[in-house]
């Protein structure tokens, strides 16, 4: 099971740093990644990272302002988010692929991942 943390109200150029926190029933995974779902929209894939090689992947509209990371010990997965646009604004989720078919976090889609945590709100206004 994952649990995030860190979201929150930031203004539009502000940063954020979430939390995911493997609560080690989860352990053995093939990739982790970070998914976000606004009202009424979709829930889309925002980055997700190989768990074996730590290789990131990133959706377009994120790449060069968010980035992934993954402690050592392989407990905790952070997203650093940095200059904030309002359409950044949802729900932010973290999940695994426990029978790899995001092949590595190559293909960060959420129907291709396992456990899901229960979301934290991040709300990009002035």
């Known amino acids: 099971q994952v649990q995030e943390s860190g979201g929150g109200l930031v203004q539009p150029g502000g940063s954020l740093r979430l939390s995911c926190v493997n609560s080690g029933e989860t352990l053995d995974y093939w990739a982790i990644g970070w998914f976000r779902q606004a009202p009424g929209k979709e829930r889309e894939g925002v980055s997700c990272i190989d768990a074996t090689t730590d290789r990131p992947y990133y959706s377009e509209s994120v790449k060069g302002r968010f980035t992934i990371s993954e402690d050592h010990g392989k407990t905790t997965v952070y997203l650093q988010m940095n200059g904030l646009k309002p359409e950044d604004t949802a729900v932010y989720y973290c999940?695994?692929?426990?029978?790899?078919?995001?092949?590595?976090?190559?293909?960060?889609?959420?129907?291709?991942?396992?456990?899901w945590g229960q979301g934290t709100q991040v709300t990009v206004s002035s």
């Open positions: 999940a695994v692929d426990l029978l790899g078919e995001s092949q590595n976090g190559r293909h960060c889609h959420a129907e291709d991942f396992d456990s």
